[in-house]
Each structure stands twice: as C-alpha cells, then as structure tokens.
C-alpha cells in the first residue's frame, strides 16, 4: 500500500510540475475545421443581414403606421374642431333671435307705458275740465251766497252752520 501512496504522490507532483501533461491535447487545425469555421462565419452574415432587413422593414412599417395614426387624430382633431365651431355658431345664431326678440319685448313694454300715459292724461283731462268748471261755479255760488247772507239773516245762520 506504501507504493500505491508513493506512485500517487509522485503522479500528484509531476502533474503540478508539468501541467501539460495533465490537459495535453491534439491541437490540430485542419482544412475541414476552417471550411467549417468560414460557412459559420458566412451563415452569421447571412442572418445578421436578414436581422438588418427585418428591422428596416419593421421600422418602416413602423413609421408608416405612426403617420396612419398622425393622420387620423389630426382628422378627428379637424372634425371636432368643426363641429364645436358649428355649435358655436348655433348658440351665437339662437342669442342673436333672443336679443332680437328681447329688443322687440321691451319695445312693445315701452309703447304699452306710452299708450297707457297718453290714454290716462287724455281720459283724465276731460274730468280736471269738468271740476274746474264744478269749483268755479261753486265758488261762484258761494260768493252769492255770502252777498245774499249780508241782507238775511237765514241765509247767514244757515251759512254758519255749513260751516262757510
């Protein structure tokens, strides 16, 4: 068992003094292995240039939808546009025919206190006439009555009594 140990230690320290031994290999690069190595190099080209061309149709395609979509806000943009300035355009319109219709309202309210101030001063008239002439006549009459009262003296104590 000794020599087993021994002929361990001895391969332990020859293969940490000479490491190659321990990973030799053959390292034979043959024709074969660069033709291999060229038709992997020449498939990596072919696929990054199909990744190349994928990613350009991509991003064109891309584009192309970015502008389908620009268009169609810009589009819906318009048309909302249009349709509040046509609903602006109608509350304008409809304001307009009620100031219309309020100038029109308060004009008839203002013929309407004209004519009842003319009627009223042309109805009242002919009345302040009438009592005009009623207190001039009363007067009148009471200025005969006082003439009268002087000379009897009825007439004076009835004249007393009404209070004239």
């Given amino acids: 068992m000794k020599m087993q ?3 361990a230690i001895l391969i ?7 490491p190659s031994w321990v990973y030799a290999q ?11 190595l060229t038709r992997v190099e020449e498939g990596l080209k072919a696929t990054n240039q199909r990744i190349e061309d994928s990613t350009r149709a991509t991003n064109q395609h891309m584009e192309d939808l970015t502008k389908a979509t620009n ?6 943009t318009r048309a909302t546009n249009q349709r509040m300035e046509d609903g602006f355009n109608a509350i304008n319109h409809r304001l307009n025919d009620l100031y219309g219709f309020m100038y029109v309202l308060i004009s008839g309210m203002l013929t309407l206190v004209g004519f009842v101030l ?17 207190e001039e006549r009363s007067d009148k009459m009471e ?6 009262a002087l000379n ?3 007439i004076a104590e009835a004249l007393k009594h009404s209070g004239l």
């Avoid at 332990?12 to 000479?18: D, E, T, V």
């Avoid at 690069?29 to 033709?35: G, H, I, N, P, Y």
């Avoid at 268009?71 to 819906?76: A, T, V």
């Avoid at 009223?120 to 009345?127: N, S």
């Fill in 26 to 36: 053959e390292t034979s690069f043959t024709q074969q292995d660069r033709d291999r």
């Fill in 5 to 7: 140990v021994r002929a």
């Fill in 152 to 154: 009897d003296p009825n």
């Fill in 71 to 76: 268009q169609r806000m810009e589009d819906s």
């Fill in 118 to 134: 003319w009627d009223r001063r042309t109805t009242i008239a002919p009345v302040v006439r009438k009592n005009i002439e009623l």
């Fill in 12 to 18: 332990l320290l020859m293969s940490a003094i000479f």
């Fill in 143 to 148: 200025k005969t009555l006082k003439e009268l």
